[in-house]
């Protein structure tokens, strides 16, 4: 079994429901369940449907928790069924009397024990610390307050100047949006970056999904979600840190020439969010979603192009990748998302965490590749499947 990782990903977990637990307790915000009612059934629905009102923010907090496993057994169900359901299909599609025969040989070989624990325990790791992120976001401006701001009103406190300063120190005087608009214009671009920084909204659970499913080998699972963990956990403690708007919001006449696209109505409908969460008390069940420092955009994105080029050593999806990312990395910077040092911090935030996730998951950093242990030797044998594997190959594609 892989216990380091297993470890990381508990203690991660765990720390991150704490925390929001307690900012929660001491600033009176109630915990929200982030994805709504767009993940299936919950407590919270049920609660809703038979007209409980929950105001106990320790109640909440637990409840919030059944969600969590409740919607990680939901996704969990979703991988069983596409991979079972889906591959019998296409399998046994000329002779459907197979597909029985089919699900049954896949689920022997591919689901043991070993799988079964990476699903299940990554699943619920992951999305509990995805949850808690969004959730110590969105107290972000009443922990970090503006100690200046007259008594009794909520003002954040914000970096943007400092930041905005630094970039056009970079740009020798100029601002990156107005550089980036110059070079690419204001319409095609802003069109086509629009979909690239959209397109990462609905792979951030996908894609840990697609790697505890699906992965090789199990280090390599264990290796993508404990990344992600400690990429998102990082990122909590970065806006902490060094909060911010983005330019986009804190200087927004800048970005008003460009064409109107989904991206547009993303930061409208967020920002407006922010103020109704920060000013309207008759609002409930919503998030604040704008913090800055560090870009996670960035640094999600880069995890997942690191896992392509270290895990499936694909030449080809290596470039698509990389240049999904580098367009990342621009769309940030054009539609003022992020500033420079944010981007940067990044950057880091996803080295740190790959490289670490890496080392709990059992990865020796080496240039040669080593053979691993794939999932079928993971206890699919009939033994226990504790015992731990042979670090798989960490060598990246050529």
């Known amino acids: 079994m892989y216990r380091r990782a297993t470890a990381l990903l508990v203690s991660t977990a765990v720390l991150m429901w704490v925390t929001t637990y307690v900012v929660g307790l001491r600033y009176d915000q109630a915990p929200v369940e982030p994805e709504g009612k767009m993940l299936g059934p919950s407590l919270t629905m049920a609660l809703d449907l038979l007209d409980v009102d929950v105001s106990s923010i320790t109640l909440l907090s637990l409840i919030l928790v059944v969600d969590v496993v409740i919607r990680s057994f939901t996704i969990l169900l979703a991988g069983l069924a596409i991979d079972l359901g889906v591959r019998g299909l296409w399998q046994s599609w000329r002779r459907r009397r197979r597909f029985k025969e089919v699900v049954a040989e896949r689920f022997r070989d591919h689901w043991t024990r070993g799988r079964m624990r990476l699903v299940v325990v990554g699943t619920l790791c992951f999305y ?115 909060p911010t708007l983005g330019p986009g919001i804190a200087y927004w006449p800048r970005y008003t020439k460009l064409a109107h696209t989904p991206t547009t109505d993303l930061m409208d409908g967020i920002t407006n969010a922010r103020g109704r969460y920060l000013y309207d008390d008759s609002v409930e069940g919503i998030l604040n979603s704008v913090a800055g420092f560090a870009s996670l955009h960035v640094a999600i994105s880069l995890l997942w192009v690191l896992a392509i080029q270290y895990t499936l050593r694909s030449r080809k999806l290596t470039i698509f990748g990389w240049i999904f990312f580098a367009c990342t990395v621009v769309a940030t910077l054009y539609f003022g998302w992020h500033y420079v040092a944010d981007d940067v911090a990044g950057v880091s935030i996803a080295v740190v965490s790959f490289y670490v996730g890496g080392l709990a998951a059992g990865q020796r950093f080496t240039r040669r590749p080593r053979g691993g242990a794939t999932a079928s030797e993971d206890g699919a044998d009939g033994g226990d499947g504790d015992a731990e594997a042979e670090p798989a190959a960490t060598a990246p594609a050529s």
Not at 220 to 225: D, L, S
């Open 128 to 242: 509990v610390t995805y949850v808690c992120y969004r959730n110590l976001k969105s107290f972000l401006p009443f922990v970090r307050s503006d100690p200046d701001a007259p008594p009794g009103e909520v003002r954040a406190l914000s970096y943007d100047r400092e930041l905005h300063l630094v970039d056009r120190v970079l740009f020798f005087g100029h601002d990156p949006s107005d550089v980036l608009h110059g070079l690419l214009g204001t319409n095609v671009a802003a069109h086509f970056l629009s979909q690239v920084y959209l397109a990462y909204l609905p792979m951030v659970v996908t894609l840990v999904l697609v790697w505890l499913v699906w992965s090789r080998t199990l280090s390599f699972g264990y290796w993508f979600v404990c990344a992600q963990v400690l990429g998102w956990s990082l990122g909590t403690l970065s806006y902490y840190l060094l």
